[in-house]
């Protein structure tokens, strides 16, 4: 699956990656700048799934549901949610998976493959190898799993009982893990970030985001020194779809700082034309960037300048480290 992000993220530019060793919560998402619409067939996945004590809700059983959206480059979006009004959420997990066949797509999760099944208004979760389901019970508490069964429903889940997390993740890498979520609290998304593993003092950091929500995050050694660094990537509320990054570095396995990420419009270098519709990615040891490029008279919906793409490096700072631009490039969509 890291071989088929490298060739979306890259492949038109005939860059070379490899496969990173990492464990994550859920693979990268492909780096496409505009979402192409979903066909026929793949839109009639799309909507909530609940198991069988939704029905149930008012007498006070507990239940999990599974919303499916629309994602980029024919993925979609898997993001599993539970009843929180009465106690801690039963199951919280967030994913995208990716085409196996016309009603069957895939995720991994330690480098084992989570498949989800549609079939006449259902969802089925399971994992290829049965043997591989004990991982189904990571993303839940109290001896629960994901694996089962799902039913179809018209409408939206009942917002007074459901979990109110609009991101989760965690990640592992070098034997530190890290844990990203957040939460929408009144003007403000509440992005936390916390470790466990350090050897000296563990992270745990909230941050209030005003007009900006949190779509991925992932983790890579990129400055080599045997520590990792966390991203944790935004995109702005509206129709521009500005991109942000958030960046994290472990300090030899000790206790973790900020890294600057420097603002695309704020570069001349490489701002022309630039009117967010950006994503990132980690590809080996550089953040990667990609944007569509506007020229004059464009419509926001419809770039024709191409795409540029950026290649930034970790390098040290004076107060933190930081980003720098190591490479730019620009391409025809």
């Not at 935004?234 to 700082?257: A, E, I, P, Q, R």
């Amino acid at each position: 699956m890291k071989k088929i992000f490298l060739m979306a993220l890259i492949g038109s530019v005939l860059l070379s990656c490899s496969q990173k060793n990492q464990e994550v919560e859920e693979q990268e998402n492909p780096a496409e700048i505009v979402a192409e619409s979903p066909d026929e067939s793949q839109s009639s996945v799309f909507g909530n799934y609940v198991d069988e004590g939704y029905a149930q809700r008012d007498q006070g059983y507990d239940w999990v549901s599974v919303a499916v959206k629309p994602g980029k480059d024919g993925s979609i979006s898997i993001s599993v949610r539970s009843r929180a009004d009465r106690k801690k959420p039963t199951c919280t997990y967030d994913t995208k998976a990716y085409p196996l066949s016309e009603n069957q797509y895939s995720s991994y999760q330690d480098g084992k493959q989570i498949v989800f099944s549609f079939q006449d208004g259902s969802l089925q979760i399971s994992t290829e190898n049965a043997a591989d389901n004990g991982i189904l019970y990571f993303f839940c508490s109290g001896g629960a799993t994901l694996e089962g069964t799902y039913q179809k429903i018209d409408g939206v889940l009942d917002a007074d009982q459901i979990d109110p997390t609009l991101f989760s993740k965690v990640l592992n890498l070098q034997g530190i893990g890290f844990n990203v979520t957040s939460v929408k609290e009144e003007d403000a998304t509440k992005l936390t970030v916390f470790t466990f593993g350090l050897k000296e003092q563990e992270y745990n950091e909230s941050f209030d985001l005003v007009g900006e929500q949190v779509v991925d995050a992932e983790v890579e050694d990129l400055d080599s020194d045997g520590s990792p660094e966390l991203m944790v990537y935004t995109v702005s509320d509206g129709s521009g779809s500005y991109g942000n990054v958030y960046g994290f570095s472990v300090n030899n396995l000790k206790s973790m700082s900020q890294v600057y990420f420097p603002p695309t419009s704020e570069n001349p270098d490489i701002s022309q034309g630039y009117m967010g519709h950006d994503e990132f990615a980690l590809v080996e040891t550089r953040l990667v960037q990609r944007f569509p490029i506007y020229l004059e008279g464009d419509s926001n919906s419809n770039p024709t300048g191409g795409i540029r793409q950026v290649s930034y490096k970790l390098i040290p700072g004076e107060a933190m480290k930081k980003f720098d631009v190591d490479q730019v490039n620009a391409f025809e969509k």
